[in-house]
């Protein structure tokens, strides 16, 4: 049995959004696959401590965080580019996160024990790698894209948020890997653009939890999400210019929301606020569709692969299905206008028999992806 070291600055404690569920799968799939997961958390985000410590035990190892701060003369010109909508002050240095405290923690652990590879999660805290000896794997779970990330949120006429760098800042960090994980084939390909280190596609894996169609409410659809920007324009979207269209043909259909992604919404007679549910399952088994209206983003839609997973039907934007595409017509229904969108989802809201059909084709897909994904993982670690 091998040790395995993950280096992250997103915990698995809460498992809140979709980034959490990304790396609590990859950490059950290395389990599965018979390894010993190490957790070391640098705490650039709030875990649930005591949940964390209770998982994990003596294998988390946990790193106080503190961002380091940029020049004065150096925010000074990069905010006067930002009002000028120039990359450079948007774009910022791979290792512009990197806390150079973390080293020690690094090496301590590394020291600790034998381990047979270690993966840091995110390009910007890829300097991290820079400790590990180099006949170790040393593996970047890259996430998504954040080469000229800012360019996705100004096409959309919104400031731009968390990472952005050059096309050469990314290629540094996919450089001081053996190894690059993309999370999508896309990915996959701009990364291979950028530098000589083997990429490989890793899929999120999720288990599959079917649910039957007992407990079903009629017209009701279903979203999931966390309260980020991408997540909460789509929405908006959905609501303002898609939603009026499916009432007017099922005038009873209700849009419910769960997660954070509703925190700020007044509950009416088309929207039910769920906010944090407990139990997904029981939120998937009493919706008749999924929706994901994401307008723009990067990386895999967590959001689209869950609903494949609980075996409702999905419907979504060419965005929301980035990864997924051999599911389209396959448990994936794909709308890119407010009036596409709708049709698919009137359609299966007046046939319950329908939506059972796509659930079933997209569960099936997701279990073809899911051994796709585990075969792939295995190979990693040898």
């Not at 000589?196 to 890793?202: E, G, R, S």
């Not at 509703?262 to 139990?279: K, P």
Request: glycine share 8%; charged share 20%.
């Amino acid at each position: 049995m091998s040790n395995i070291l993950i280096i992250s600055p997103v915990p698995i404690h809460p498992n809140t959004a979709g980034n959490r569920a990304r790396i609590s799968t990859l950490v059950e799939n290395l389990e599965e696959l018979g390894h010993t997961v190490w957790f070391l958390h640098i705490e650039q985000e709030t875990a649930d401590v005591e949940a964390a410590a209770n998982y994990w035990g003596e294998r988390l190892v946990r790193v106080p965080y503190s961002k380091p701060k940029m020049p004065g003369w150096l925010g000074f010109l990069k905010r006067q580019a930002a009002k000028l909508g120039l990359g450079f002050g948007f774009n910022l240095p791979i290792d512009a996160w990197y806390d150079p405290k973390i080293d020690a923690y690094v090496d301590k652990t590394l020291a600790s024990r034998e381990f047979a590879a270690v993966f840091v999660e995110y390009v910007f805290f890829s300097k991290a790698l820079e400790r590990v000896a180099r006949h170790v794997p040393r593996i970047l779970d890259t996430h998504d894209v954040f080469a000229n990330r800012y360019q996705f949120y100004q096409q959309q006429g919104m400031a731009p948020t968390w990472f952005s760098c050059t096309k050469s800042a990314e290629a540094k960090a996919l450089n001081r890997a053996s190894t690059v994980v993309a999370i999508q084939h896309n990915e996959a390909t701009h990364f291979r653009n950028l530098s000589d280190t083997p990429v490989v596609t890793v899929g999120h894996s999720i288990p599959l939890n079917p649910q039957s169609w007992d407990r079903v409410v009629p017209k009701r659809l279903l979203m999931v999400g966390s309260a980020n920007q991408i997540n909460l324009q789509g929405l908006e979207w959905f609501v303002q210019k898609v939603l009026p269209i499916i009432r007017a043909q099922h005038p009873s259909t209700i849009l419910a929301v769960a997660g954070s992604i509703g925190q700020n919404l007044a509950a009416s007679d088309a929207l039910e606020i769920l906010g944090r549910v407990d139990d997904l399952g029981d939120t998937y088994a009493q919706a008749q569709i999924v929706i994901n209206p994401m307008q723009f983003g990067t990386g895999l839609k967590i959001k689209s692969i869950e609903a494949l997973a609980y075996r409702r039907p999905l419907v979504t934007t060419a965005t929301g299905a980035e990864g997924l595409e051999n599911g389209i017509g396959n448990g994936i229904c794909l709308g890119e206008t407010p009036q596409g969108f709708a049709d698919h989802t009137n359609r299966l809201l007046g046939d319950i028999q329908a939506c059972e059909v796509v659930a079933d084709q997209g569960h099936q897909f997701l279990d073809e992806l899911n051994r796709s994904n585990m075969a792939t993982l295995g190979e990693l670690i040898v």
